[in-house]
C-alpha cells in the first residue's frame, strides 16, 4: 500500500501536480516523529535568548534576595533566570511554551551537615511538563537522580506561575515608563 501511494506521488510530482496522498502522508509522519526532549528545547532558547527583550526585578525572600530576568519573544514570555541569595546561592531557569511552564533546571541547597552527607553545597534538578501532566522530575543526587515528591513538583509550578506573572508585571510597567 505504501508503495502504491509513492508511486502515485511520484507520478503525481512528475506531472506537476502534488499528490494529496503523499501530503496526508507527511502529516502523519509529522505528527508522530519524537519530539524534541525539554532539555533540547530548553537549551535551543537559551541559545537564542541574547535576541529576547529582557526585563530585570528583584523580589525579597523570606530567607534572602531573589534576582531574576524575564525573556521575551515577540511579547510573549520564553524564559526566566532567577538568582537567590541567602543561604546559598542557587540559580533556576524556568522555560515556557504558549504561556506554559515546559522545562525547570535548577539547583537545591544540599543537606547541611559534616562528612559525605554534604558532599556539595547544591544539588541540580531538573523537571519536565507537558501541560499539566509532569514528564519527567529528578534531583541528581552524588549516587544518582531520584524523583522529585509532589510536594516538590507544586512548588516549582507555583514559584513558576508567580514569577511569569511578575516578569510579565514588569514587561507592562517598563513599556509604561
Known amino acids: 500500500m505504501r508503495a ?6 511520484v507520478a ?10 503523499l501530503a496526508a502522508s507527511e502529516r502523519v509522519a ?10 533540547a528545547r530548553a537549551a535551543a532558547l537559551d541559545a537564542a535568548a541574547s535576541g529576547y527583550q529582557q526585563v530585570a526585578w ?3 525572600l523570606p530567607t534572602g534576595r531573589s534576582a531574576c530576568v524575564g525573556y521575551f519573544d515577540h511579547g510573549a514570555l520564553r524564559l526566566i533566570a532567577e538568582t ?3 543561604t546559598a546561592r542557587l540559580t533556576n531557569r524556568y522555560y515556557y511554551e504558549n504561556g506554559a511552564l515546559f522545562y525547570f533546571a535548577g539547583e537545591l541547597p544540599a543537606a ?6 554534604a558532599v556539595a553545597p547544591r544539588i541540580p534538578v531538573r523537571a519536565e511538563f507537558r ?7 529528578v534531583r541528581v543526587e552524588h ?5 522529585l515528591g509532589l510536594a516538590e513538583i507544586s512548588d516549582i509550578r507555583r514559584r513558576a506561575a508567580a514569577l511569569a506573572r511578575a516578569a510579565i508585571a514588569e514587561r507592562t510597567a517598563a513599556a509604561r515608563r
Not at 547541611?112 to 552527607?117: E, L, P, Q, R
Open 4 to 9: 502504491a501511494i509513492l508511486l502515485l506521488a
Open 112 to 117: 547541611t551537615g559534616t562528612g559525605t552527607i
Open 143 to 147: 549516587y544518582g537522580e531520584v524523583k
Open 131 to 137: 501541560g499539566t501532566i509532569t514528564l519527567a522530575a
Open 84 to 86: 537567590t541569595t541567602g
Open 58 to 60: 528583584q523580589r525579597e
Open 12 to 21: 503525481a510530482a512528475s506531472a506537476g501536480a502534488e499528490s494529496p496522498s
Open 30 to 39: 509529522a505528527a508522530t516523529a519524537p519530539r524534541a526532549t525539554g532539555a
